[in-house]
């Protein structure tokens, strides 16, 4: 699908030049003198580099067209996270290098959307908010009131985000997986 210069957005997924690029920074330029454009700074998904590259606003360029289907998270291996297909109950295979860091916030059963492209899995985006458990933080000093002070703590999956003074070790949360940041106690 060919879209203008001008709507290119962060996270988007383009075909150019023979690859598909992943959008990872965009600004839209009108300099004094000569026409406007698109700054694009991309990452490729399968050679892993990167490009910058400028669009002239009358420029389009080629959208990627992604299949997203539901899937459900069974278990991991070394190499590899398993999902299953609910309906066919189909099960695939997608290398921890492609989650990457999502991969922590993975629990049995959780429902993700995987996209797709040429019926290879490219990227899998996970629920906005997920229910963790603290596993340790630091102890609340007495005298601290002021609402912004936050705390480090290390969740049962490893990840570690700042929390709110009053959460202690092995209480139950609500994260953002977009910004992993607390949202809640449960």
């Known amino acids: ?25 965009t600004q839209h330029v009108k300099p004094g003198k000569g026409g406007a454009f698109a700054q694009v700074e991309m990452k490729s998904l ?9 669009f002239r606003s009358s420029e ?5 067209s992604l299949e997203e289907t539901k899937y459900n998270y069974l278990y991991e291996d070394e190499n590899n996270h398993f999902f299953m297909e ?6 695939i295979e997608i290398k921890k290098k492609i989650i990457g860091e999502k991969g922590k916030l993975l629990s049995e059963n959780l429902e993700v959307s995987i996209n797709f492209y040429d019926n290879k899995p490219i990227s899998i985006d996970l629920p906005n908010q ?22 480090p703590a290390t969740l049962d999956n490893g990840l570690s985000i700042q929390v709110p003074p009053f959460i202690e070790s092995g209480d139950e949360i609500i994260l953002d997986t977009r910004t992993l940041e607390y949202i809640k106690k449960i």
């Open 46 to 54: 399968n050679k892993n580099t990167k490009l910058n590259e400028r």
């Open 130 to 151: 997920v229910s963790c458990k603290i596993k340790t933080t630091d102890v609340a000093l007495k005298g601290q009131t002021v609402s912004s002070s936050y705390k």
């Open 86 to 91: 609910p309906k066919s109950f189909e099960q």
């Open 1 to 25: 699908m060919k879209i203008n210069a001008g709507e290119i957005r962060v996270g988007m997924l383009l075909e150019y030049k023979n690859d598909l690029w992943q959008v990872l920074k």
């Open 60 to 64: 389009t360029v080629e959208k990627a």
